[in-house]
Antibody, heavy 120, light 108 residues
Framework: DVEMVESGGGLVKRGGSLRLSCAASGFTFSNYMMIWVRQAPGKGLEWVSSISSSNNYIYYADSVKGRFTVSRDNRKKSLYLQMNSLRAEDSAVYYC?????????????WGQGTLVTVSS | SYVLTQPPSVSVAPGQPATITCGGDDIGSKSVHWYQQKPGQAPVLVVSDESDRPSGIPDRFSGSKSGNTATLTISRVEAGDEADYYCQVWHSGSDHVVFGGGTKVTVL
């Protein structure tokens, strides 16, 4: 079965850093785009970043550009999100999500998420 | 930036249809996907590319597009359909994934 398991969330002070990891299984990880989506408490879904299957193309939401860095290791079937200069508004559940092989394909499998809380 | 507009809430009686709209410029040229999220759970894809359903999703869920609006229809709503629903597209102009603000469906 397809599964993504996120880890690395927690409580961090404003201005601090955190690295999220996502371990994928049950599919050929290197064939798929992967994205990070976050959801602040009581709010809607917000796309954070996308990374193409072979690391060639990387995109960020304007709200995190310059502070967050997405990466992947296809040999380890893992996705990462390095988050620096964290702000209170970055507090959210962060989901690791499999997208299809194209940019306009659906996000068909979601992890259960990891909670990031930035204290002010 | 590209914006998808959804109504904040929809209320519907059991057995009746629910329609959730998603408006956006030139949405007719984009693939629109719909997700269901129940409290405390991760979102689940219910309709992709306007009208395709992943395996396990009941045929009561269907999608359509007309003009600048995409629509998710739940025919014969059940209590278990109570959830937040989000539309999503890929905006090639900005290379961004875009989600609508979400619609809370309440079953009366």
């Amino acid at each position: 079965d397809v599964e993504m398991v996120e880890s690395g969330g927690g409580l961090v002070k404003r201005g601090g850093s955190l690295r999220l990891s996502c371990a994928a299984s049950g599919f050929t990880f290197s064939n798929y785009m992967m994205i990070w989506v976050r959801q602040a408490p009581g709010k809607g879904l917000e796309w954070v970043s996308s990374i193409s299957s072979s690391n060639n193309y990387i995109y960020y939401a304007d709200s995190v550009k310059g502070r967050f860095t997405v990466s992947r290791d296809n040999r380890k079937k893992s996705l990462y999100l390095q988050m620096n200069s964290l702000r209170a508004e970055d507090s959210a559940v962060y989901y690791c999500v499999r997208q299809g092989r194209g940019y306009d394909e659906p996000a068909d499998y979601w992890g259960q998420g990891t909670l990031v809380t930035v204290s002010s | 930036s590209y914006v998808l507009t959804q109504p904040p809430s929809v209320s519907v009686a059991p057995g009746q249809p629910a329609t959730i709209t998603c408006g956006g410029d030139d949405i007719g040229s984009k693939s629109v996907h719909w997700y269901q999220q129940k409290p405390g759970q991760a979102p689940v894809l219910v309709v992709s590319d306007e009208s395709d359903r992943p395996s396990g999703i009941p045929d009561r869920f269907s999608g359509s597009k007309s003009g600048n609006t995409a629509t998710l229809t739940i025919s014969r709503v059940e209590a278990g359909d109570e959830a937040d629903y989000y539309c999503q597209v890929w905006h090639s102009g900005s290379d961004h994934v875009v989600f609508g603000g979400g619609t809370k469906v309440t079953v009366l």
